[in-house]
C-alpha cells in the first residue's frame, strides 16, 4: 500500500471502530463531538494523517496516549480536561493497534512503575514523513502569545502540574516596556524600581528572556553532507551499525517465562530467574532505543539537506531553553550534533584556531587546560587529516572518541581550512560550563573552595577527570571513558536526581565499557559514582540539604508552590503536585484473532502539594534558573552580531565569535552576581518571605568576586 492507503485504512479504523454493541468510548463521542460524525466533528483523515506522522514505536503507551490526545487538541484548538485528554489518546493509540500497525506489550523491568510499550508491527509506518511543526525553511514569526497557531509552548510547565494552576505569559510579560520590574541595589541594600534613560523606553521591548528566544530562533542551520554521507554507509554495513536487537532475544524471554512459571513463588531461582529477565528486557529496550535514534537522525537530515532551516524554541518552567525536538537539532546526540553546522559561514584567523583545536580535544576526550588541550590536539594532526582522507577505512580508529561524530566533523573542517586559510567555517565549537550546576551552587554557598574545584579561578581543575579518576571498574577504563562515566552523573546529579536517574543515563551510553555491562553493574556504578560526588564536592551536598530545608520551612507557611523572577524578567512557578491513580482501557493487540485488552494506569495531578517533590527539586530548579538568566543575557548580547547556540549550559559558536563569547561570559556572570544578587532576589519573590535563603542577606564576598574575575577555565 502506498502511505495514502495507510491513510485511508487507519482513518476507516477511527470512524467505525469499535462496535461492540455498548457504549462508545469516551475518546470516540469526544472526537465526535458527541454526536455521529457530521457537522462538529473532528475529521477521521485528518487525525489519521497526524498519528501516521507521529513516530510512536518504542514509546510508553501510557506517555502516547497523552502525545496522541495533544496531536489532535492541538490541531482544533480543544481545551479538554486531564482525564479527557487520557480517554482521547486511549482511544487513539486502540485505533493504531486496531489497524495493525502497533501492538503493545507489557514492560516489569523499568526501574520505576510498569507500563505498556508500543511497537510497530508495520515498518511502513517508518517511511511515512513525519510531521514537523518546529523546524521551517525560514525564520519563524516572534512570539506574541504563549502559543502559536501550530499548537507550540512558549513555556512548558512543571511536572505533575494541574492545568488550572500552569503560568501562561500573558501579552503584558511578553510586552513589558520596563522589562524587569524591580533591580537590587548593592550599594543602598534595598529594591528600586527599574529606570533608564527616556529614549530606551520609546517602543515597547519583549523582556530579555523572550528576545533570547527570539535570538536562538533566528538561527539558521543547515546538514553537512559528508557527515551524512560517513553515517549512511556505516548504517549500511552490518558489521558497524548498531544492532536491531539482542540475539535470540524472543527465544530467551521465553526461556526465561518458562523457568518462572515451573517454580514456586518463593523459589531463590524464580526470583534469579526474574530479575535476569528484567536485566534482558532492559538491554532490548536500550539497543533498540540508539539504534531509533540513529536512523531517525539520517532520515530527518536527508530531508532537510541542501536547505536551510531554523529550530522553534521553548523554554521551561525554571527558564531553560530548549530547542523543540525534531529528532535532528543541536541539542540533539553525538550523531545529530555532527550532522548539524550554522548556515553562515565566518572566515577563521589565526588566533581563532585554538578553539578548533578544542573543539578538537573535547570530543577526542583529551583532558587538562586549555593550552595543554590544544598542544595535545595539534599533535594529532597527521591523525586527524588521515582521518578525514578516509573516514569509512579508519572508522574504527576514530569511532573510539567518545564524541565520534563531532570529532570526525572537526577533522573534516581541519582539512577544509589548511587547504584553504579563507575557507568560511561552519563548523559549532562549543564551549562548555565546567559543571554549571555546581558552580552556581559554589557561588550561592559564596564557597571560594569548592568555586576553585570546579574551575572558577586562574587555575585549572577537572573534577569530572578527578571523580573519574576514583572510580574501580573490573576492567581497564580509558581516562576519557572515566571522565564521560563522571560528567554523565553530574548531569542528573545537577537535576537533583540520584542513583537511578544516573543508572538510566549509562543505560542509554554508548560507550563499550558500559555496554559489556549488566544492568545490575551499570546500577550498583551508579550508587558508587554519587558517593564518589558527594565525598569531593561537599559543598554541593550541603547546598541541597540547605535548600531542602528552607523549602520545607516555606511549606510550612502554607505555600503549595514556589515562585520567583530571574534576572532576565523570567517568572519560575515551580508547581509539584500529589498524584492519583487513574487507567484506561486500551486495545494492545489481537490474540488468535480476538482482540485484547489492558488497562493502562496514569496519575492524575491534584490540587494538594506534594512536598518531598517541592523540597528535593528547589535546590536544582533554582541555580539553574540562574544560569538559564545567564544564557538569556549571552543570546541577546550575540543577536545581530553573530549566531551562537546552546545545549543548556553550553554555548556554541563559530570559532571567531568565541574570544567576544569567553569575555562576555565572564562579565555577565559577574555582573548577575554582584549587580543583581540572584540569592535577593529569590527571598524577595518568594512573596515576603521572611525566611532568607541559606540564612544570608549580603552579596558574595570579595574572594569569590575575585576568583570569578580571574576565572580562565570555567568554560571548557
Known amino acids: 500500500m502506498e502511505p495514502k492507503d495507510l491513510i485511508e485504512s487507519l482513518s476507516e479504523v477511527i470512524r467505525k471502530y469499535p462496535r461492540s454493541g455498548g457504549p462508545d468510548p469516551k475518546g470516540l463521542q469526544i472526537l465526535r463531538g458527541g454526536k455521529i460524525w457530521g457537522k ?20 510508553k503507551a501510557t506517555a502516547s496516549c497523552f502525545k496522541a490526545a495533544g496531536l489532535v487538541t492541538a490541531h482544533y484548538g480543544w481545551s479538554l480536561s486531564w482525564k479527557e485528554d487520557f480517554s482521547l489518546g486511549a482511544y487513539l493509540i486502540s485505533c493504531l493497534v486496531k489497524a495493525k500497525l502497533y501492538k503493545a506489550w507489557k514492560d516489569f523491568s523499568t526501574r520505576g512503575r510498569p507500563d505498556h510499550w508500543l511497537a510497530a508491527t508495520n515498518k511502513r509506518i517508518f517511511d511515512h514523513p513525519e510531521i514537523d511543526h518546529t523546524t521551517e525553511f525560514k525564520p519563524f514569526e516572534e512570539w506574541s502569545s504563549p502559543q502559536d497557531e501550530l499548537g507550540n509552548r512558549l513555556v512548558k510547565p512543571s511536572f505533575p502540574q494541574l492545568k488550572e494552576t500552569v503560568w501562561w505569559p500573558d501579552a503584558t510579560h511578553l510586552r513589558n516596556a520596563y522589562g524587569i520590574d524591580e533591580f537590587w541595589n548593592p550599594s543602598t541594600q534595598k529594591w528600586n524600581p527599574q529606570k533608564a534613560p527616556h529614549e530606551e523606553f520609546t ?41 536491531d536487537s539482542l540475539e535470540d532475544f524472543e527465544e530467551r524471554v521465553k526461556t526465561f517465562d518458562d523457568l518462572t512459571g515451573s517454580l514456586d513463588k518463593e523459589d531463590p531461582k524464580r526470583k534469579e530467574a526474574e530479575s535476569d529477565r528484567k536485566e534482558l528486557v532492559n538491554e532490548q529496550k536500550a539497543i533498540r532505543s540508539r539504534r531509533s535514534t540513529f536512523t531517525r537522525a539520517i532520515k530527518r537530515a536527508n530531508e532537510k539537506k541542501g536547505s536551510i532551516f531554523y529550530h522553534r524554541v521553548f523554554a521551561d518552567y525554571r527558564g531553560r531553553l530548549y530547542l523543540t525536538n525534531s529528532g535532528l537539532s543541536y541539542q540533539g546526540n553525538d550523531l545529530q550534533r555532527g550532522l548539524i553546522e550554522f548556515a553562515q559561514g565566518r572566515k577563521v584567523a589565526e588566533a581563532d584556531w585554538k578553539f578548533i583545536w578544542l573543539h578538537l580535544a573535547n570530543t577526542w576526550g583529551l583532558k587538562g587546560a586549555w593550552e595543554q588541550r590544544v598542544a595535545d590536539a595539534e599533535s594529532m594532526q597527521s591523525d586527524v587529516l588521515r582521518y578525514a582522507q578516509s573516514p569509512v577505512e579508519t572508522y574504527d580508529e576514530w569511532s573510539q572518541a567518545p564524541d565520534k561524530w563531532q570529532f570526525i566533523r572537526t577533522c573534516f573542517e581541519i582539512r577544509d581550512l589548511l587547504d584553504n586559510p579563507d575557507h568560511p567555517s561552519h563548523l559549532i565549537c562549543e564551549l562548555d560550563q565546567s559543571t554549571s550546576a555546581l558552580q552556581h551552587m559554589a557561588l550561592v554557598m559564596d564557597d571560594p573552595k569548592m568555586m576553585k574545584q570546579v574551575n572558577f579561578g586562574p587555575d585549572y581543575t577537572d573534577i569530572y577527570q578527578i571523580i573519574g579518576d576514583s572510580l574501580e571498574f573490573d576492567v581497564e577504563v580509558s581516562p576519557q571513558h572515566r571522565r564521560k562515566i563522571a560528567k554523565s552523573a553530574l548531569i542528573p546529579f545537577g537535576y537533583g536526581s540520584g542513583v537511578k536517574k544516573i543508572a538510566e543515563a549509562y ?210
Open 203 to 243: 517602543r515597547i521591548q519583549p523582556m530579555q528572556w523572550v528576545n533570547a528566544i527570539h535570538a536562538l530562533e533566528s538561527v539558521g542551520y543547515r546538514v553537512n553532507l559528508e557527515v551524512l554521507k560517513i553515517a549512511e554507509v556505516i548504517e549500511k554495513d552490518k558489521s558497524r551499525r548498531l544492532p
Open 507 to 716: 543505560d542509554e551510553l554508548d560507550l563499550p565499557c558500559l555496554m559489556v555491562m549488566t544492568y545490575k553493574e551499570r546500577f550498583h556504578l551508579a550508587k558508587q559514582v554519587e558517593k564518589k560526588i558527594l565525598k569531593h564536592l561537599k559543598s554541593a551536598g550541603k547546598y541541597k540539604n540547605q535548600m531542602k530545608k528552607l523549602a520545607g520551612e516555606l511549606l510550612s507557611t502554607g505555600k503549595d508552590h514556589f515562585f520567583w523572577k530571574t534576572a532576565s524578567g523570567f517568572e519560575v512557578h515551580h508547581y509539584k503536585q500529589t498524584e492519583v491513580k487513574e487507567r484506561e482501557r486500551v486495545l494492545i493487540g489481537q490474540v488468535d484473532g480476538k482482540d485484547k485488552y489492558a488497562k493502562l494506569v496514569a496519575y492524575e495531578p491534584q490540587s494538594q502539594p506534594d512536598a518531598d517533590k517541592l523540597k528535593s527539586g528547589l535546590p536544582p530548579n533554582f541555580v539553574h534558573s540562574i544560569d538559564a538568566s545567564t544564557i538569556h543575557s549571552m543570546l541577546v548580547h550575540f543577536q545581530h552580531r553573530a549566531p551562537i547556540t546552546c545545549v543548556h549550559d553550553a554555548i556554541g559558536a563559530h570559532a571567531s565569535t568565541l574570544h567576544e563569547v569567553t569575555e562576555m561570559f565572564y562579565l555577565k556572570l559577574h555582573i548577575l552576581y554582584t549587580g543583581f544578587n540572584p540569592k535577593m532576589y529569590f527571598d524577595h519573590y518568594m512573596q515576603g518571605s521572611k525566611i532568607p535563603l541559606l540564612q544570608m542577606e549580603k552579596g558574595i564576598s570579595p574572594e569569590t568576586s575575585e576568583l570569578l574575575i580571574k576565572s580562565q577555565h570555567s568554560l571548557t
Open 40 to 59: 462538529g466533528s473532528a475529521d477521521p483523515e485528518v487525525i489519521a494523517k497526524l498519528l501516521l506522522g507521529t513516530q510512536f514505536d518504542g514509546k
